[in-house]
């Protein structure tokens, strides 16, 4: 006896060899042997074998019209066998009735199933719903065929061009155009964003980082709605000269300074900082927009900046105008340097000069400024300018070894990146600590330490920043750069408090800091009742969590921008053998500019030590290079070596003064570090 059954959703056939029970063992055409519930049994027959009888079953079954046999089926329940009578006009033969079931079977869509071996028709409706599913889902699989060719001969389907972004980084996984790159790559063994490279989908690596940015960060965009400038407020005119010190390319120019002879013969020094506060008020339209952003972004050759370009115009420090800011005046004994006294006055500022530092890092040297020697503008406020901060520095050094930290080094170099309107990057070099760094940099870190002071003395709440006695394992942990609502020293910038309150214009917390400062001087014991955050804004803590983590983002894809203008750099320079400096174990930074590569397997090399690399081959696109280490160019001296354990432990930097954050060769961009804490940019 052969038998027809049903096992795990397929239909078999084969000979029962004995039964037990309910159970039947049956040998398969195959040999092999397996037990069948009689439950599961459709049919018994004696002819023909089983092997032949399946194949007649299946031709009958292909034979069959569907369409057909449903407006035979009706719309009652139905057994195959009472169907099978209808259909073929007779009693179904074995080999039919079970071609019948494997129809019946293999249109879900027609039939549904009731039990063992019977069914019921689906209503009309739903079967018109069904088929037109099923054939729109044909349509779409010729679609995405077609798709797939096209993307495999490197052509782009038009129905991707506007979708280009969104596939490579939020794709609609069910969509037809992502199931077509994903199958062409697939097929071409390919990454997607490489297939999109060479089909015109993007138009470059650096378009493929700038777009992934603006993607996430900025899916709107970054256009401003219409604005109007708020009226400037009237305000007394300061008896000064202010000058300011930024990079050429700076455009929001946030803080400026001056040098008064008082006729008791002590120097009153104010740094100026533009006031944007006295413009914008909290929760109001221009403030929506800054907290929406809550930063500049900047990358080589281009920035996305905080406000508006007419806010921006209307407040920044420009040369030839009295400009409303936030001054901060201390008076100076020039006998030991000692400050005497400290005022902040919000006033108009007369800006005499808005200086660069590519005019004036060859002038304004260390040699010069000792000597009286050079010719440049402001060359006696410098000067002074100059004794005074040396003099901020030491004691700001004093300060960080009471923490128990090393003095910081200043050998240390920065890059600039300039990138012209054709693409070509020129990397230039600074060291750290230049003076007109050190001047900016002091000052700022003086204003931001006085006026953090000044908000706590107040009882009003700020937004801090606090570096050392952090929690966690390990010096890093224990060092890691905190923002706070209250004064907590900064052990790594070497003073008791710190709050960024010197680049309105450019970081969100700054603006926040500087409404709460114009409280203090405008309402003095009062001004916890009056300030725009009280004590415990729950709104100041949103602030400081948002502002983290959007700039955490924005330095990311400012350093990714970075390492892509330096591999661009090598490419330009056809750079193919490169000098370098050992960091760590496996892990070097090019001498000529500030890209760090990581080679896995090199020789052990102290660090300090300059090695020879062979540059292999580099990709603009995930941003990796492949090297060799070919000589050593010099072993580590005992200098080296030490400024390379401070790198390990220095956790990476603040700001310099200026549009662009400078680069270097720490890896952290939630860190300060005290040289180049401007906190100005």
């Known amino acids: 006896m052969n038998l027809f059954f049903e096992e795990s959703g397929d239909f078999k056939a084969g000979v029962a060899m004995s039964q037990q029970g309910e159970a039947y063992q049956v040998e398969l055409a195959s040999g092999k042997r397996t037990k069948v519930r009689a439950k599961d049994v459709l049919l018994q027959f004696s002819a023909p074998e089983p092997a032949a009888f399946l194949d007649e079953a299946h031709a009958i079954a292909a034979?069959?019209?569907?369409?057909?046999?449903?407006?035979?089926?009706?719309?009652?329940?139905?057994?195959?066998?009472?169907?099978?009578?209808?259909?073929?006009?007779?009693?179904?033969?074995?080999?039919?009735?079970?071609?019948?079931?494997?129809?019946?079977?293999?249109?879900?869509?027609?039939?549904?199933?009731?039990?063992?071996?019977?069914?019921?028709?689906?209503?009309?409706t739903s079967l018109k719903a069904a088929l037109a599913g099923m054939e729109k889902k044909r349509q779409q699989a010729v679609v995405q065929a077609q798709y797939v060719d096209e993307l495999k001969s490197h052509r782009?389907?038009?129905?991707?061009?506007?979708?280009?972004?969104?596939?490579?980084?939020?794709?609609?996984?069910?969509?037809?155009?992502?199931?077509?790159?994903?199958?062409?790559?697939?097929?071409?063994?390919?990454?997607?964003?490489?297939?999109?490279?060479?089909?015109?989908?993007?138009?470059?690596?650096?378009?493929?980082?700038?777009?992934?940015?603006?993607?996430?960060?900025?899916?709107?965009?970054?256009?401003?709605?219409?604005?109007?400038?708020?009226?400037?407020?009237?305000?007394?005119?300061?008896?000064?000269?202010?000058?300011?010190?930024?990079?050429?390319?700076?455009?929001?120019?946030?803080?400026?300074?001056?040098?008064?002879?008082?006729?008791?013969?002590?120097?009153?020094?104010?740094?100026?900082?533009?006031?944007?506060?006295?413009?914008?008020?909290?929760?109001?339209?221009?403030?929506?927009?800054?907290?929406?952003?809550?930063?500049?972004?900047?990358?080589?050759?281009?920035?996305?900046?905080?406000?508006?370009?007419?806010?921006?115009?209307?407040?920044?420090?420009?040369?030839?105008?009295?400009?409303?800011?936030?001054?901060?005046?201390?008076?100076?004994?020039?006998?030991?340097?000692?400050?005497?006294?400290?005022?902040?006055?919000?006033?108009?500022?007369?800006?005499a000069a808005n200086l660069r530092h590519n005019d004036l890092d060859d002038q304004v040297t260390e040699e010069n400024l000792n000597a009286g020697a050079g010719d440049y503008p402001h060359k006696q406020d410098l000067a002074i300018l100059w004794k005074w901060v040396q003099v901020l520095e030491q004691g700001r050094m004093s300060k960080r070894e009471s923490f128990g930290l090393r003095p910081e080094q200043n050998n240390r170099v920065d890059f600039n990146f300039y990138v012209d309107a054709h693409d070509v990057v020129t990397i230039q070099r600074r060291k750290r600590g230049a003076p007109l760094d050190k001047i900016v940099a002091e000052l700022m870190i003086f204003a931001n330490s006085t006026w953090g002071k000044l908000l706590d003395e107040h009882g009003v709440p700020g937004i801090y920043r606090a570096q050392g006695g952090g929690q966690g394992q390990g010096w890093a942990a224990k060092m890691q750069v905190r923002m706070l609502t209250h004064a907590a020293p900064h052990q790594g910038l070497g003073v008791d408090q710190y709050a960024w309150?010197?680049?309105?214009?450019?970081?969100?917390?700054?603006?926040?800091?500087?409404?709460?400062?114009?409280?203090?001087?405008?309402?003095?014991?009062?001004?916890?009742?009056?300030?725009?955050?009280?004590?415990?804004?729950?709104?100041?803590?949103?602030?400081?969590?948002?502002?983290?983590?959007?700039?955490?983002?924005?330095?990311?894809?400012?350093?990714?921008?970075?390492?892509?203008?330096?591999?661009?750099?090598?490419?330009?320079?056809?750079?193919?053998?490169?000098?370098?400096?050992?960091?760590?174990?496996?892990?070097?930074?090019?001498?000529?500019?500030?890209?760090?590569?990581?080679?896995?397997?090199?020789?052990?090399?102290?660090?300090?030590?300059?090695?020879?690399?062979?540059?292999?081959?580099?990709?603009?696109?995930?941003?990796?290079?492949?090297?060799?280490v070919v000589d050593i160019v010099r072993q580590a001296d005992a200098a080296?070596?030490?400024?390379?354990?401070?790198?390990?432990?220095?956790?990476?930097?603040?700001?310099?003064?200026?549009d662009t954050l400078p680069t270097n060769i720490t890896t952290d961009p939630s860190a300060d570090s005290a040289t180049a804490a401007a906190g100005n940019s």
């Open 63 to 124: 034979d069959i019209d569907l369409d057909f046999l449903w407006e035979v089926a009706g719309e009652d329940e139905f057994s195959f066998s009472d169907l099978g009578a209808e259909y073929f006009g007779h009693d179904p033969k074995p080999p039919e009735a079970a071609g019948l079931i494997l129809k019946l079977h293999a249109a879900p869509m027609y039939f549904y199933k009731k039990g063992k071996g019977r069914y019921k028709a689906a209503p009309e």
């Open 156 to 351: 782009l389907p038009d129905a991707m061009r506007p979708i280009v972004m969104q596939l490579l980084f939020k794709p609609d996984k069910n969509s037809i155009e992502y199931k077509a790159l994903d199958a062409a790559c697939s097929e071409m063994q390919i990454a997607p964003q490489r297939l999109m490279l060479a089909v015109g989908g993007i138009r470059s690596a650096k378009e493929l980082h700038l777009s992934r940015f603006m993607f996430e960060s900025f899916p709107k965009g970054t256009g401003f709605p219409a604005i109007a400038v708020p009226p400037l407020p009237q305000l007394q005119l300061a008896d000064v000269r202010a000058f300011s010190i930024d990079d050429v390319t700076t455009t929001e120019i946030d803080d400026a300074m001056s040098v008064t002879l008082l006729e008791d013969g002590n120097v009153r020094i104010g740094i100026h900082i533009a006031a944007p506060a006295l413009g914008i008020k909290r929760d109001d339209a221009l403030d929506a927009i800054a907290r929406q952003r809550l930063s500049t972004v900047y990358m080589p050759g281009d920035k996305i900046t905080m406000l508006p370009d007419e806010l921006v115009d209307a407040f920044t420090l420009a040369e030839g105008k009295a400009c409303p800011a936030l001054s901060l005046y201390a008076t100076v004994d020039p006998g030991t340097w000692t400050v005497l006294s400290t005022e902040t006055r919000a006033e108009a500022v007369p800006i």
């Open 501 to 628: 309150s010197t680049s309105p214009l450019r970081r969100y917390t700054d603006l926040v800091n500087q409404w709460q400062i114009l409280a203090c001087v405008e309402h003095g014991v009062t001004a916890p009742l009056v300030a725009p955050f009280k004590p415990r804004d729950a709104d100041l803590f949103a602030i400081v969590s948002a502002f983290d983590a959007a700039y955490a983002a924005y330095a990311a894809f400012q350093t990714d921008m970075e390492r892509y203008w330096c591999l661009r750099w090598l490419a330009q320079n056809n750079a193919r053998q490169v000098e370098a400096v050992v960091l760590k174990e496996e892990v070097l930074r090019l001498t000529d500019i500030p890209l760090v590569i990581k080679l896995p397997g090199m020789p052990q090399i102290a660090r300090g030590a300059q090695v020879k690399l062979d540059l292999l081959r580099w990709d603009e696109l995930d941003l990796t290079v492949e090297a060799r």
């Open 640 to 658: 080296g070596a030490a400024t390379m354990d401070e790198l390990e432990d220095e956790l990476a930097q603040e700001p310099l003064a200026g």
